[in-house]
């Protein structure tokens, strides 16, 4: 897809690979590197690629890899006016660079499917543990996310202007997948991405065969940031995914020469959905994210980890659980 032109007047186009089946079904659009530093959706797309595509028994899929090829040839999240992609669609024909882009993806692709998985990463200097965004106030959507099968899914829209956010709205269920750090393409996310693509390829009747359930899965209502009392060198404790309880010590912030500063509790019963990779700090940084689980449900968490995968099910269509 040609969005745009160098300096030079040579076009500057997107990659994009189309799977179709004999059949008609479903329209199923994956994208990576909205924000040219997150590599992780590209690599998802080339694994699940690599050597025998997905065999589909109806419908499409349709794959970017690179949404912000700018981004990505400069290393950076943003586009060369400094426009964050992701707060700019639908976009605008006749706009600014970040918004002529988000029009052509937007109206040429984005417009004419029917779900959408889009891939993303922590901020710099932090990481995620593998989770769903997404807006589960819309029973598609909940039964979606629920079906890509990562352990924990955050309920909320998505800022005004993002893809999930827009999309969503003009009734194309789509979630967000944040997993990994910015400038990496890590083993264990590309496994994540991949199942979860198939999972909801397998939900959708695409490909054969049942999802594969998580460990276990919560859908969460509330996540909580820790951030730093004392500026001060930090000794982690808890790492991304781990299921904390209130009170719990999180990390310890040491002075330069070593002496203890400040433990760092967390406020509440919950799950490690991520955290800084940065062990410096200064009053106010941001250390630890915390998606805020109920004590019965963390119990339940608990449980269902000592009784195995197996006791949790990703639901048929038309399937409800509460929210954590």
Known sequence: ????ESYLGTSVKMPIRVIRARSSGPRVLITGCIHGDELAGMGIVRELLYG??????????????????????????????RRDLNRCFPGNATG????????????????QCD???DFHSAAIRRTNYPSVRAD???????????????????????PEGSLRRTATKAGIPAINIESG????????????????????????????????????????????????????????????GDLVTKGQVLATNY?????????????????????ATMPVVKPGDPVYHLAVLSSSTLNRVKRELEQGAASCTVPSRGADVPLA
């Open 1 to 4: 897809l040609k969005f745009s």
């Open 52 to 81: 025998q595509p997905p065999n589909l028994l109806k419908g499409s899929l349709i794959c970017i890899p690179v949404v912000n090829i700018f981004g990505l040839d400069h290393h950076t999240r943003y586009l060369p006016d």
């Open 96 to 111: 600014s660079m970040s918004n002529r882009l988000a029009h052509a993806v937007y109206s040429e692709i984005v417009s």
């Open 115 to 117: 779900y959408l998985i």
């Open 136 to 158: 589960l106030t819309s029973p598609v959507v909940r039964e979606m996310a629920r079906a890509f099968g990562c352990e924990l899914i955050i309920n909320g829209k998505g």
């Open 181 to 240: 750090e910015v400038w990496k393409i890590e083993r264990g996310v590309v496994e994540v991405g991949v199942r979860g693509i198939m999972n909801v390829l397998k939900w959708l009747g695409m490909v054969e065969g049942r999802p594969q359930p998580p460990r276990y899965q919560v859908l969460v209502q509330r996540t909580s940031w820790v951030r730093a009392e004392k500026g001060g060198t930090l000794s982690f404790v808890a790492n991304p």
């Open 255 to 275: 002075s330069i020469f070593g002496r203890e500063r400040r433990q760092m509790l967390s406020p509440c019963d919950g799950a490690v959905v991520g955290m």
